[in-house]
Structures are given as C-alpha cells and as structure tokens.
C-alpha cells in the first residue's frame, strides 16, 4: 500500500489527537505527518509497510479517548506530501 493521505473530522482539535496520532505511529511503526487545519480537521499522511499503514488507519478511526471520529477520508499521498515525511512521524504547523 503507497503512503496514504488522511483527512479526519469530528472533534478532533483540543483534544490531543496530533500528540497521540504521533504516539501511534511510533507503535505502529510507520513515519509520516500531522497538523491541524484551520477548516477544523486533521490531516494526515501515514507511510510505511501494507500492514503498519492498515493499523494506523483503524487507530485513526478512533482516536484518541477524548475524540470523537466522524469521518475519515483516505487517498494516495501525492508527492508533495510524501515529500514532508521524514525519518519518523511528527506534528507540523498548522495548514
């Protein structure tokens, strides 16, 4: 599976969902990025083996406890984003 772009929605600003999505995917071992938007969504983009990438995905369905998830929307990365993914998964400033 190619790196994946995600936009999440729901309640997912204020609520620690950047700090946790980085914590997941130290766990799920994949790199990639995540910020907040001003449209009040958190974008996203996993990159790394099939598996870890599926496993971020269900994380990310989820979120983190105080979230609350209403949709998630996935596509193939495209190059300019992959291009921000370095050697781990971090959080960038907001878009």
Do not use: Y
Not at 13 to 36: D, K, T, Y
Not at 59 to 87: C, N
């Amino acid at each position: 599976m190619a790196a994946q772009h995600l936009l999440i929605s729901g309640r997912v600003q204020g609520v620690g969902f950047r700090w946790s999505m980085c914590e997941a995917a130290l766990e799920h071992g994949v790199r990639g990025w995540v910020r907040n938007r001003r449209d009040g969504r958190v974008e996203a983009v996993v990159d790394g083996k099939e598996e870890a990438i599926a496993s971020m995905l269900r994380w990310a369905r989820q979120g983190p406890r105080m979230a609350r998830v209403d949709e998630v929307t996935t596509r193939a990365a495209t190059t300019a984003e992959t291009a921000l993914v370095g050697s781990g998964f971090e959080p960038l400033p907001d878009a």
